[in-house]
């Protein structure tokens, strides 16, 4: 649920939450079994474990369970974590927000204006975090209307900009029930800002607790017409383009000696375009429009237009699409500091000043990191962040521990439906390039990706929230790095996916399992048969209920199952291909491409084309035909008198299917580069090819092309049952190869690391 459009609601139910304080149910569930490679290694590493491919690896193992260990947290399955759980329905306390106005200086900078907030969010090994910000914000813009009328529709432009900027502290509690935290929530005296930094505060910071100041300075451009199609149908279109600045300094206590100050200096420039057709909710619908009851009238008239803001979220048809091209650059500095150090302590006070003046301090910084384009070579791109670098450490007295930068540019795509009440679906989907370079090495890293995230959730009611969701995201990073020569290496393939439900079934549940057990049963196969030897036993994990109870049949008579719901269940799956891998798929030959491609076909299509399969033939470009004459006098016994099924088609599917996926492949071979030959594979892997088959289906063909010592493969369950006599799940599986010194650990650890530093931290992470 939006905090910021609910404030008032949740505001009125925070007396009757304290009531329920210490009654309400819940049961904690630790998750950070997940949260891997956070803290682990570098790019450098990363570089160096690619390099080393599969050197020294012992023979593939079969999967089998570990329990699952607490290890330091990803800030991309942290993410997932919060998308997944925001705006659910999950307990009476969670979603209370108190917002507490204070008019107080901050600083000596005229004009701005603090007020407090203060929320809780659960952390995947269910710990309520209490979350206190100081939003700090001075703004400068104004919207131009009636540019111009289109049959009385008005166009109107806005123009916007201004600095803001928020003080954020994250104190981890130990408590794992909301309204049991909310007594804590309620004690406005411990509210608590990092302004002003002193020695004595940061002396005062408890292990976990992270402070933030993030700031951004924006200028955006946008512009949008409407057209009520009907009084309570609207068509809008919408066009704009910002740049924004983004610097931010967090504080980590990581344990009593260790204090990490992380530095970021984004820049970024998005352009965007969308179209969106639905209708409004009108609060006269729940006769709310001069705010007659008592009740609303206890409230303010606030609240008015929070309900009916919520109600649009929820009843409000809709269907949307956009569209968006982004480029930027970040830079990001670690230091670690002693907190028990009192000249170490006292440089870190001085370098932040103790107020806002940190911010013009982070700007100074980043305008020394303006000339750094993703077009330098390794020597100008080190020197330009080398001067950044200079600047903190110098302030602080301290080397720092990592240095790093990055480039980006993408595109992405997405789509949203609302269908009141029943369900609501956001889809998206993008290609993306990142450069990444550090100033402890020669090397630059490139990665390629490829995305598809998708959320549905059903039975969505206004105020209370989404009962049913379920979430999947799916990521390929094609991976390269060049030395300072200028030579790029052969490329690696990582395939990451987090899929998790909250209050579906067991068979839900089930799925993930078995959807990945899909790609896994092909592994090194060559396109003959299965191999059952890596796949996860997902039915000793998920049980069914036993038919024997079951005192319902279906229309033939056998026994209809009733489903065990469980609060949730989350997965992490990851694929890596080094690049010997890589090169034995680009290599293959357009025949075990196309043998490969028949080997997953199921049911009657499987049938029918294993009839023919001595008819295929292949021509010198790897085009697939065959002697339709022929086939059609072998399948003539699966042709319909209606005319209503042709087996022919069947065949003729397969063949166009196989010719374009063998097509694909051999258009990655056939770039001039390694840089071409990684943005190409990204597009193939992410459906981008003339097959238009991505993700796990194209995944299926290509491990077959493989030597299963060339690949690694790690799936992590975790399920919040609440099913009387079952366990929960925990478990972590390695496949192919659990040598974790063998090269997997450090590919897809160095590869979580890479991608958790430069990403944008969540709420709960610096």
């Known amino acids: 649920m939006n905090h910021e459009k609910t404030t008032t609601i949740k505001s009125a139910v925070v007396f009757l939450s304290l009531v329920c304080a210490l009654n309400a149910p819940a049961r904690a569930n630790d998750f950070s079994s997940f949260f891997e490679g956070a803290d682990k290694g570098s790019m450098a590493d990363l570089v160096n474990g690619l390099r080393s491919g599969a050197a020294g690896v012992p023979d593939p193992k079969a999967p089998e369970a570990q329990p699952s260990q607490p290890q330091p947290g990803n800030n991309e399955l ?116 990092i302004l002003p930094i002193n020695e004595k505060r940061i002396g005062e910071m408890k292990v976990n607790e992270i402070w933030k100041f993030p700031a951004r300075m924006y200028l955006g451009v946008s512009g949008g017409l409407g057209y009520p199609v009907q009084p309570w149908l609207n068509v809008a279109f919408s066009l704009g383009t910002s740049k924004e600045m983004k610097p931010s300094v967090t504080l980590f206590k990581m344990d009593e000696n260790r204090l990490r100050m992380r530095i970021r200096l984004d820049r970024i420039t998005v352009k965007s375009a969308g179209a969106s057709v639905g209708t409004s909710f009108d609060a006269g619908m729940i006769g709310l429009p001069e705010a007659e009851s008592y009740f609303i009238e206890a409230l303010g008239k606030e609240i008015n237009k929070s309900i009916v803001k919520e109600f649009n979220k929820y009843i409000a048809l809709k269907f949307g699409v956009s569209h968006s091209r982004a480029k930027g650059k970040k830079l990001l500095l670690e230091f670690i500091i002693d907190p028990k150090n009192p000249q170490q302590v006292a440089k870190l006070v001085d370098f932040l000043k103790g107020d806002l003046s940190i911010i013009k301090r982070l700007i100074e910084m980043g305008v020394r990191f303006n000339d750094f384009t993703d077009m330098d070579d390794n020597a100008a791109g080190a020197a330009a962040m080398q001067q950044v670098d200079e600047v903190a450490s110098q302030g602080l007295g301290l080397n720092s521990t990592f240095a790093g930068a990055n480039h980006f540019n993408g595109t992405s795509n997405g789509m949203n439906i609302v269908l009141p009440v029943v369900m609501h679906s956001e889809s998206n989907s993008g290609q993306r390039y990142d450069r990444y370079q550090t100033t402890d090495s020669d090397q630059v890293l490139h990665v390629h990706n490829a995305s598809k995230n998708q959320s549905v959730s059903n039975i969505n009611i206004p105020i209370v929230g989404k009962i049913f969701k379920h979430n999947t995201n799916q990521n390929f990073y094609v991976v390269n790095y060049e030395d300072k020569g200028g030579k790029v290496s052969d490329a690696a393939v990582v395939y990451q996916r987090y899929e998790g439900y909250i209050k579906h079934d067991e068979r839900d549940a089930r799925g993930m399992v078995e959807n990945m057990n899909e790609i896994l049963k092909f592994a090194g196969v060559q396109g003959n048969g299965v191999n059952k030897d890596f796949m996860v036993d997902a039915n000793s994990l998920f049980p069914r209920l036993d038919p024997a109870n079951s005192t319902e049949t279906d229309e033939w008579g056998n026994p209809v199952l009733d489903s065990k719901r469980y609060k949730s269940a989350l997965m992490s799956f990851s694929l890596v291909f080094t690049q010997k891998a890589v090169n034995s798929i680009l290599v293959a030959p357009a025949i075990s491409v196309m043998k490969a491609v028949l080997n997953v076909m199921e049911g009657l299509d499987r049938e029918i084309l294993e009839k023919v399969r001595h008819l295929f033939k292949m021509d010198k470009e790897g085009k697939v035909d065959y002697d339709w004459k022929a086939a059609r006098k072998i399948l003539s016994d699966y042709e319909r008198q209606d005319d209503s099924f042709d087996p022919l088609s069947v065949v003729n599917s397969f063949c166009t299917n196989a010719s374009r996926i063998i097509a694909d492949i051999a258009s990655v071979r056939e770039e001039g580069d390694q840089k071409a030959r990684a943005a190409r594979l990204s597009q193939v892997l992410g459906g981008k090819g003339k097959s238009r088959v991505g993700y796990e289906n194209m995944m299926q063909v290509l491990i077959q092309l493989v030597d299963v010592k060339d690949i690694y493969a790690k799936m992590d369950l975790r399920t919040d049952k609440r099913i009387k006599g079952e366990e929960n799940i925990a478990n972590s599986y390695d496949m192919y190869n659990n040598n974790l010194q063998a090269g997997y650990g450090e590919q897809l650890g160095n590869a979580n690391a890479l991608r958790d530093r430069f990403a944008d931290p969540t709420v709960l992470s610096d």
């Open 78 to 193: 942290l993410h997932f974590w919060e998308d997944l759980k925001s705006d659910v329905f999950d307990d009476i306390c969670k979603d209370v927000e108190i917002p507490i106005e204070a008019g107080f200086d901050i600083a000596d900078i005229a004009g701005v204006e603090g007020k407090f907030k203060r929320y809780m969010k659960q952390y995947p090994d269910n710990k309520i975090a209490v979350i206190d910000e100081v939003g700090v914000k001075l703004n400068a813009g104004h919207t131009f209307t009636d540019i111009f009328n289109v049959n009385g529709n008005a166009f109107n432009i806005g123009f916007s900009g201004g600095l803001e900027g928020k003080s954020v502290v994250v104190r981890k509690t130990e408590e794992s029930k909301y309204c049991k935290n909310l007594l804590k929530l309620a004690d406005l005296r411990k509210v608590k800002t």
